[in-house]
T-cell receptor
Framework: DSGVTQTPKHLITATGQRVTLRCSPR?????VYWYQQSLDQGLQFLIQ???????AKGNILERFSAQQFPDLHSELNLSSLELGDSALYFC??????????????FGPGTRLTVL | GENVEQHPSTLSVQEGDSAVIKCTYS??????FPWYKQELGKRPQLIID?????GEKKDQRIAVTLNKTAKHFSLHITETQPEDSAVYFC???????????FGAGTILRVKS
């Protein structure tokens, strides 16, 4: 158990819908990262938050957005869902955004299926 | 941006043999290189990492080597066991904006 929690574990929804994925980082970690894992794209970085502020953006679609709350949990919002959004979504957390490589610990993931 | 290539894509070894997975990266500013093990449907789990001020690191049966000049790093697993069977990912990141750029993964099968 990494100490990072994600809910829900599974999500099945229809095209065009909107969903929210939730992540709670390890105690003491200030950075939260979101990654998407699909069969054809592998593990792709989406977005990073540090202490409530957006720090880095990857290949995140405009239909996707995220935020980090004062209690440091984060939510990833996916809207106008398409079949191709079906994937495993992982959240990871690390202590800080500075220094040479902060170890990232991954949560159990949310498996999203869009029908 | 950073690009990480990983080879081989699949690797089958006999129990007790060694396994080596290699990665190359493109951005010379990268200085942190973790390796993750992922079992089917589970989270990626960090197994070892190395920073650019170190050339080699070992943890029991697992070792990682880094060649900054050639921009490549490798994972070595000795005395492989069936429970080592999984997908292994290498990754790279820089000091600021610590997003991880992952390789495509290597499916390791250890045959008993």
């Amino acid at each position: 158990d990494s100490g990072v929690t994600q809910t829900p574990k599974h999500l099945i929804t229809a095209t065009g819908q909107r969903v929210t994925l939730r992540c709670s980082p390890r105690s003491g970690d200030l950075s939260v990262y979101w990654y998407q894992q699909s069969l054809d794209q592998g593990l792709q970085f989406l977005i990073q938050y540090y202490n409530g502020e957006e720090r880095a953006k990857g290949n995140i679609l405009e239909r996707f957005s995220a935020q980090q709350f004062p209690d440091l949990h984060s939510e990833l919002n996916l809207s106008s869902l398409e079949l191709g959004d079906s994937a495993l979504y992982f959240c990871a957390s690390s202590v800080t955004n500075t220094g040479i490589g902060d170890t990232q610990y991954f949560g159990p993931g949310t498996r999203l299926t869009v029908l | 941006g950073e690009n990480v290539e990983q080879h081989p894509s699949t690797l089958s070894v006999q129990e007790g043999d060694s396994a080596v997975i290699k990665c190359t990266y493109s951005d010379s500013a990268s200085n942190y290189f973790p390796w993750y093990k992922q079992e089917l449907g589970k989270r990626p789990q960090l197994i070892i990492d190395i920073r650019s001020n170190v050339g080699e690191k070992k943890d029991q049966r697992i070792a990682v080597t880094l060649n900054k000049t050639a921009k490549h790093f490798s994972l070595h697993i000795t005395e492989t066991q069936p429970e080592d069977s999984a997908v292994y990912f290498c990754a790279a990141s820089k000091v600021y904006g610590n997003k991880l750029v992952f390789g495509a993964g290597t499916i390791l099968r250890v045959k008993s």
